[in-house]
């Protein structure tokens, strides 16, 4: 029962320098999203995708870019990471369906510090 | 656009009931959550009410929903410093996601 597995756990980037972040989930869930959590901000949606082959924009969604290749597999590119990118990333995902609640299913975080 | 508000800090003493406010502007809001965040840790899904509901009790947690005033409310009876985290409240529109609160630092007291 893996549900949301984000790799890697933690990072340390300098500025300047890209990296791709992993979201697999084993749930055959059809939205995916990534989320950034900073000290008294909460969470803020980065991106999201509703499907395989389809990505969109969330609140925060500047500096960051996103695919979709497989269902199962939601990756979260910084392409010139900047201090201002330091946070905790967290991936989810969410089944959908008509007269039935799905849950959001959270993955552990990848905590990220751009020096 | 969406906006959750929550208090920043509660403090309350071991042994007492901890209620923790949020208020939203979304009124097409379907599902309205509740999650804890322990220090380090990720997001573990407290509880969950649906728009059409008014309360929602389990175990030591009741969710009050007054859907008028587009406020909502965590009740954890008899709180214990196990209970000692962040609560964040969140709303659902649609397929683009949750809309969460800044959080809530809930402190127990001795």
């Known amino acids: 029962n893996a549900g949301v597995t984000q790799t890697p756990k933690f990072r340390v980037l300098k500025t300047g320098q890209s990296m791709t972040l992993l979201c697999a989930q084993d749930?055959?869930?059809?939205?995916m999203y990534w989320y950034r959590q900073d000290p008294g901000m909460g969470l803020r949606l980065i991106h999201y995708?509703?499907?395989?082959?389809?990505?969109a924009k969330g609140e925060v969604p500047d500096g960051y870019n996103v695919s979709r290749l497989k269902k199962q597999n939601f990756l979260l590119g910084l392409e010139s990471a900047a201090p201002s990118q330091t946070s905790v990333y967290f991936c989810?995902?969410?089944?959908?369906?008509?007269?039935?609640?799905?849950?959001?299913?959270f993955g552990s975080g990848t905590r990220l510090t751009v020096v | 656009g969406e906006d959750v508000e929550q208090s920043l800090f509660l403090s309350v003493r071991e042994g007492d009931s901890s209620v923790i406010n949020c208020t939203y502007t979304?009124?097409?809001?379907?599902?309205l959550y509740w999650y804890k965040q322990e220090p380090g840790a990720g997001l573990q899904l407290l509880t969950y009410?649906?728009?059409?509901?008014d309360m929602k009790q389990d175990q030591r947690l009741t969710v009050l929903l007054n859907k008028k005033d587009k406020h909502l409310s965590l009740r954890i009876a008899d709180t214990q410093t196990g209970d000692s985290a962040i609560y964040f409240c969140?709303?659902?529109?649609?397929?683009?996601?949750?809309?969460f609160g800044k959080g809530t630092h809930l402190i127990i007291q001795p």
């Open positions: 749930m055959n869930h059809e939205y």
């Open positions: 979304d009124s097409s809001s379907t599902y």
């Open positions: 995708s509703v499907g395989e082959g389809t990505t």
């Open positions: 969140a709303e659902r529109g649609g397929a683009d996601g949750l809309t």
């Open positions: 989810a995902s969410r089944g959908t369906g008509s007269g039935v609640y799905y849950g959001y299913t």
């Open positions: 009410i649906f728009s059409n509901m």
